[in-house]
């Protein structure tokens, strides 16, 4: 699996705890699963095989369905005279966008004021990821609000 978990204790990025629940595989006899890998060092990480896999799933499930709405192939329920007005909702694209660029001001001000090299790549590779996701957020939203006559 190539999802990155971070911010681990030492025993989960060494596999032996839940990086969900932070379950100690070794002293309890907790099914596990391969979740990911530790940003470190490439390692596998593990989760309990139920609940905590299930709330792995369910979010990059959602997180799916954000990248087809993202890029336009999920169906256009909800759209109205040419505006779809779910764009502009909380969960819809117009707040996605919003919460991205939240991230990418604070990794902006974080960046300003540490010299820690782990730090700084960890905020490049974070404002990298949510700096692609704005503008293809962006672009919907764009493409989305665009009038009838304009081309």
């Known amino acids: 699996m190539e999802r990155y978990f971070w911010h681990l204790s030492p025993a989960q ?9 932070g379950a100690n595989f070794l ?10 890998r530790s940003p470190a060092d490439e390692s596998q990480v593990f989760a309990c095989k139920d609940p905590c896999a299930a709330v792995i799933a369910n979010e990059a499930e959602r997180m799916a369905q954000e990248m087809r709405a993202v890029t336009g192939t999920t169906s256009t329920a909800g759209v109205e005279g040419g505006r779809d007005d779910s764009v502009f909702s909380v969960d819809g694209h117009f707040g996605s966008l919003l919460r991205d ?43 989305r609000t665009k009038e009838n006559g304009e081309a």
């Open 101 to 143: 660029l939240r991230v990418l001001t604070g990794a902006e001000s974080l960046l300003g004021v540490t010299d820690d090299i782990p730090t700084i790549r960890f905020l490049l590779s974070l404002t990298a990821r949510h700096a692609e996701t704005a503008m293809m957020r962006a672009r919907l939203v764009l493409a």
């Open 13 to 21: 990025a060494d596999g032996m705890a839940c990086v969900v629940c």
């Open 27 to 36: 002293q309890s006899k907790i099914a596990s699963v391969p979740v990911g």
